[in-house]
């Protein structure tokens, strides 16, 4: 078969990444993870997606929050404001220890179980916020490993590893989103929880410029933009 | 600091690179998985032997129960008998898929975490039943990629992978174990549930053909042997 595995946080990139899987004519199933978020806003987001697509979605219980010291996971940490720090510089501290080295693991596993043959996942290295596991070279090498660690890899049938948007600015991504119909409304990007995206932090800030730079609106509401 | 996760599944070959990691100077921490195992021995016998040992022990809930076939996971599948499968011939039934890459994703994001440099893991090469990730190269394709994808890689200092027993039969983990006064009575090594052993696993009979190459007597109970 030609199944794929699609990390789907309920963003931006990882939606338009599902709808070029999709587009390519793969038989998907999206993987989500419940890993001691603050908020459960980027999951609902996730399930409204893979139900507007009407493809099988797996949420994995992944709770990493009784050692995880990352503001993303952890109430003892401020989310900070982009504009008290520089996106690209150093490696922020919304950073998950070995988050996606975590999440591409279960999404082998899910792999070999159910005979798909690649993983997708919407990494970006160009808005990558300085992520050391969203860099080619890490998937590169993270392919190597599933080719020698894995069943199906020694059987000579390495499990692909597709990064379809990590080239792309998040503009790009906005634009080729919009054309596939992918439905962004639908997406959740702020790192904070409420009923509104803050507008402020890092990833609001990244995604609201890109909407503006593809010219298009974001149909998600705001506190601030 | 010069710490170390200790992935300790609460068996033989685990518990005994506990006792190295242990005899090394290291600050240890034990890492344990609940990963919809069918029966809890195993874990109960990783918290006995971190107590014994007087270190911290992390138990992190990953339920892949929900999308593996294999044998250890699945009521549906049932655990072969040694006689009719004879180790070493083909990828048995009760490999997890992924299981060590899994594993190890997340001791590496505990190490990030704790800021331990090393992961030590009981992998054997020589008993190892055909697990494709259990072999050397697979370990050494995952220290590369933990140097390009972790922070404190990619900062100069890349966590080592430690495999003290890889190349050790079992007799010789046995044997070293004893001779470390490793707690080998409080670990559980078979793969079905129950008060004693079944003896008749592949998992009972390496484990007891070791004690008894080693010279020295079982001190579990089981049910033939």
């Known amino acids: 078969m030609s199944g794929a595995v699609v ?15 999709l587009d390519r004519d793969r038989d998907v199933i999206a993987l989500s993870f419940r890993y001691g978020q603050r908020h459960s806003r980027e999951l609902d987001s ?3 997606v893979a139900e507007h697509y009407g493809v099988r979605h797996i949420v994995v219980d992944l709770d990493l929050s009784s050692f995880t010291s990352s503001a993303l996971t952890s109430d003892e940490v401020d989310v900070p404001d982009a504009d008290t720090h520089p996106v690209g510089e150093d490696i922020p501290v919304t950073y998950v220890p070995a988050r996606n080295i975590i999440m591409l693991s ?13 993983i997708y996942i919407g990494a970006n290295a160009v808005d990558y916020s300085g ?11 993270y392919e190597r490993l599933l080719a020698v ?19 792309m600015t998040k503009a790009e991504i906005v634009g080729m ?17 409420g009923d509104r995206a803050c507008g ?26």
């Open 177 to 193: 989103g919009m054309a596939m119909g992918a439905p962004l409304h639908l997406t959740w990007s702020c790192y904070r929880g």
């Open 149 to 167: 660690g894995t069943k199906v890899g020694v059987e000579g049938h390495p499990i692909a590893l597709e990064t379809p948007i990590i080239a």
């Open 200 to 225: 402020r932090c890092d990833s609001c800030v990244l995604r609201l410029a890109g909407f503006q730079d593809a010219g298009y609106e974001d149909a998600i509401e705001y506190e601030v933009r």
């Open 131 to 141: 992520y050391p596991d969203c860099r080619p070279e890490f998937f590169e090498s």
């Open 7 to 21: 990390l789907l946080s309920g963003g931006l990139d990882s939606t338009t990444t599902l709808a070029i899987a």
């Open 106 to 118: 279960v999404a082998a596993g899910l792999c070999e179980t159910v005979g798909a043959d690649s």
């Open 46 to 48: 996730a399930r409204a």
